[in-house]
């Protein structure tokens, strides 16, 4: 008996992957108006990466053999609006692992830039000016890192050696933690004044939709910076507008809400705001510990063992 896993990479691009022999039928799919084969024989479905919702939830009603849905994303919100048409018992792994390192990476560079003037830096190149001056260190300021799962450890892993005066961290739920408390969403309101840099990582759920909202960015300090590397809707942008356009906090954003920012949008020039175009995990990184995940996935599927990254199971 055999079953199709479709791949987002064509498979002889995959070292390690299980050999046919073991029943499985490799189809290459990136998104592409025609499926490679008829979904209902799919087991193992890799969603293409960055394809958005659309195209990531397209296959799944006709896939009624589906067993395995794996993300190569660490967030799963472009494919949970389609699982309600998915049989019961479908697992659906995202990509822990795979993005902790470049995310962590163009979070640090998103800081210190901003931090350090070097967008004002390029303006002033190209106008030839020397724009020289005292700028804000990242040293001795404090970090709020919002959304603490293994790319938030991975940011306070990098901003270890810039001699922060002090990390907080929140996830959804409290926990103990060697490097010190993880604390709850709902501390979130006495963190918030006590942070120089505030950094979203968390995933887009009901419960982080709009979380940082009028409420959220009123406790940040005069002259904080807001960073978010999770998801564009995690922050409510009319409210950030309101905020920076006044001059009272500043923000970096690699990701938007709308996304992509459309020409014209006030976001492109309000003051203080660098963006970044959700490159966070598209890097050299990524396709390298994308194919070793599949890999190892798959040889856990056919073996019959323990999943990793099971975030859910349908049904």
């Not at 990390?167 to 408390?181: I, K």
């Not at 409420?215 to 300090?221: D, E, N, Q, V």
């Amino acid at each position: 008996m055999t079953a199709d896993v479709w791949l987002p990479v064509p498979a002889d691009e995959i070292d390690g992957l299980p050999d046919p022999a073991a029943g499985l039928v490799y189809r290459f799919w990136d998104g592409g108006p025609d499926f490679p084969a008829d979904p209902a024989d799919c087991a193992f479905y890799v969603v293409p990466y960055m394809k958005g919702t659309e195209i990531a939830v397209r296959p799944l009603a006709a896939m009624t053999s589906l067993r395995v849905v794996q993300t190569l994303s660490a967030g799963i919100d472009h494919v949970t609006p389609g699982l309600g048409d998915v049989r019961p018992g479908v697992a659906l792994c995202n990509a822990r692992g795979v993005h902790e390192a470049s995310t962590a990476e163009l979070t640090l560079a998103l800081i210190l830039a901003s931090l350090r003037g070097i967008p004002g830096f390029v303006h002033g190149q190209d106008r030839e000016e020397w724009r020289a001056g005292f700028y804000p260190s990242l040293a001795d300021k404090s970090v709020l890192i919002v959304g603490y799962g293994s790319i938030g450890a991975a940011i306070e892993d990098r901003l270890t050696p810039f001699e922060c005066a002090r990390v907080l961290r929140v996830a959804r739920s409290a926990r103990a933690t060697e490097r010190g408390p993880v604390h709850a969403l709902t501390d979130l309101p006495a963190l918030l004044p006590q942070a120089d840099v505030v950094v979203l990582s968390t995933p887009l759920t009901p419960d982080t939709h709009h979380l940082a909202g009028a409420g959220f960015l009123s406790r940040m300090k005069d002259g904080a910076l807001l960073v978010n590397v999770a998801r564009g809707p995690v922050v409510d942008t009319k409210a950030l507008l309101a905020e920076v356009e006044s001059g009272r906090i500043t923000a970096a954003l690699d990701v938007t809400d709308p996304e992509p920012l459309p020409a014209g949008h006030p976001l492109w020039h309000a003051p203080g705001v660098l963006i970044s175009p959700h490159v966070g995990g598209s890097t050299s990184a990524f396709l390298p510990r994308a194919k070793r995940l599949i890999a190892d996935q798959l040889n856990r599927f056919t073996a019959g063992e323990e999943l990793r990254n099971v975030i859910l199971t349908t049904g």
